[in-house]
């Protein structure tokens, strides 16, 4: 089954962004095997980028040359437009960039030891060697043959549709962002509501958007990434790069918090205080 493509969440972001997409001007879109970059300039913010997961799927032929109709390709509701939809996505987090107070940093490096159970949407495979003494309920899409893991990581899978067992119990659940292209992140944030997980975190490349409408949503931690480097991330996106490579070509991981209470998480409390504080004043978390 489809998940249904989650345009409400992504309205908000846009909407959040709009005024920026109307002034600026010259969209570059690359698409790569694994990841999509798109760079934009703006009169007052210069040099914008922003990048999002490549999903399967053929790539058009062409893109608008308006900014504000390529944002819009991310509330393609049409299931087959995926890689359309990621284009838009990716608009919306360089549109997103002037914005956002990130603070540099990987949250799923950060663990407190006291968390005996947490959830993947998805399957983060790097991120499994950083997780010690910790039970690992992966919720995918797609079954793997196996999923290597530490000797003290346990790693139990779930399909979609049995995500209320997963979520049950867990400390932590980490949500891949690629969702917002795939489908299926509101019917995830309702079952983490039932089962009353104490913190959800959105993570990945393609969550780099303003995160108000996120933290709206019920998402407390936001954890995205920032183009540093847009002629070597270019480079990379085309030579098929993800991951590390891609971070060492110049995509920095980042992330912002709705507040300085992260349950299950050892981050800089005080430097979160005052990254909240700044986000509250520009409109990007709740009053």
């Given at each position: ?12 972001i ?9 002034t ?15 760079e ?22 062409s ?14 509701g ?9 284009v ?13 107070e ?6 799923m490096?950060?663990?407190?030891d006291d968390?005996?159970?947490i ?11 950083k997780?010690?003494?910790?039970d ?8 793997p ?7 003290d990581v ?5 399909p ?19 969702t917002?292209v795939?489908?299926?992140?509101d ?24 995160p108000?409408p996120?933290?709206?949503a ?16 270019r ?9 590390t ?10 992330y912002?918090?709705?507040?300085s ?27």
């Amino acid at each position: 089954m489809t998940d249904p493509l989650d345009t409400d969440l992504v309205d908000r972001i846009y909407a959040s962004v709009r005024g920026t997409a109307a002034t600026a001007t010259a969209p570059r879109v690359t698409v790569g095997e694994r990841v999509v970059l798109v760079e934009l300039t703006h009169p007052d913010h210069g040099h914008l980028a922003g990048v999002a997961h490549r999903p399967r799927g053929e790539r058009p032929e062409s893109w608008p040359e308006n900014v504000s109709a390529l944002a819009s390709l991310a509330t393609d509701g049409d299931i087959d437009g995926k890689v359309r939809r990621a284009v838009g996505i990716a608009t919306l987090n360089a549109l997103s960039a002037p914005e956002v107070e990130w603070r540099s940093g990987d949250p799923m490096a950060s663990l407190d030891d006291d968390v005996a159970t947490i959830t993947t949407v998805g399957l983060f495979r790097p991120a499994f060697r950083k997780f010690a003494a910790v039970d690992v309920r992966v919720v995918e899409r797609e079954k793997p043959e196996s999923v290597p893991s530490p000797d003290d990581v346990t790693v139990e899978l779930f399909p979609p549709d049995e995500c209320e067992t997963a979520f049950a119990g867990a400390g932590v659940c980490f949500i891949t962002g690629s969702t917002l292209v795939y489908g299926g992140l509101d019917r995830y944030l309702s079952a983490l509501r039932s089962a009353d997980v104490p913190l959800v975190v959105l993570v990945g490349a393609t969550a780099s958007f303003v995160p108000g409408p996120a933290f709206d949503a019920g998402i407390d931690l936001v954890a995205g990434a920032r183009v540093e480097n847009p002629a070597g991330v270019r480079a990379s996106v085309r030579a098929g790069d993800c991951g590390t490579d891609l971070h060492d070509s110049g995509l920095e991981k980042v992330y912002v918090a709705r507040s300085s209470e992260l349950p299950g998480l050892s981050l800089d409390a005080e430097k979160l205080d005052e990254t909240s504080e700044r986000s509250s004043e520009t409109g990007q978390t709740e009053p």
